[in-house]
């Protein structure tokens, strides 16, 4: 919902980064899998209950998903890297409830799924509207320059980072939270379903 808002505010440092960054010669790929392996290590650190260190990789595994696309920009994107970005994201956004519920099986165990459930459904919902809006010639910029048609909703990248800060933030009220966030996802599933019957409807 405010990922498209905060493009102009978070593209300007990223691309200053991203030039120093180019200038090392570290190409965009590289850091999406450093990135995806700092983000992986933030769930497993949650789940061993270090949850502040694991909070710390979250936020440097965000950082570094900028990065990867401020430094696409720079190096000149490549399907791949935008395939491997999207892939990489979705897998630590599933990690992160799985750490939760390592954490505290008895309590999380069921929210976590609850939530790992609900992420199927704005994954499917998000990437399957790409593809189709790519066969049609669709595409957007209002999220920034991406490798394919990103359709926003009520939960986004931005409302997500922000509901895993809160958890662990606030970890025993994780079961809460999930059920929570998860319902909000539904809800941003069903209108991006909306969004394709109404951009998609044939003709006749």
Known sequence: MFDARLRPLIDPPLDAIAQRLTALRLTANAVTFLGFLIGIAGAAAIGAGSIWLGLALILANRLFDGLDGALARQQGATDFGGYLDIVLDFIVYAAIPLGFAALNPTEN???????????????????????????????????????????????????TIAFFILCCVLPEHFPVLAVIFGALCWVTTATRVLAARSMFKEEG
């Open 109 to 159: 165990a069921l929210p976590a799924a609850f939530l790992i459930f609900s992420f199927v459904g704005t994954g499917t919902s998000f990437l399957a509207f790409a593809i189709v809006a790519a066969k049609r010639g669709l595409s957007t910029d209002l999220r920034g320059s991406k490798s394919f048609y990103y359709l926003g909703g009520l939960t986004e990248g931005t409302e």
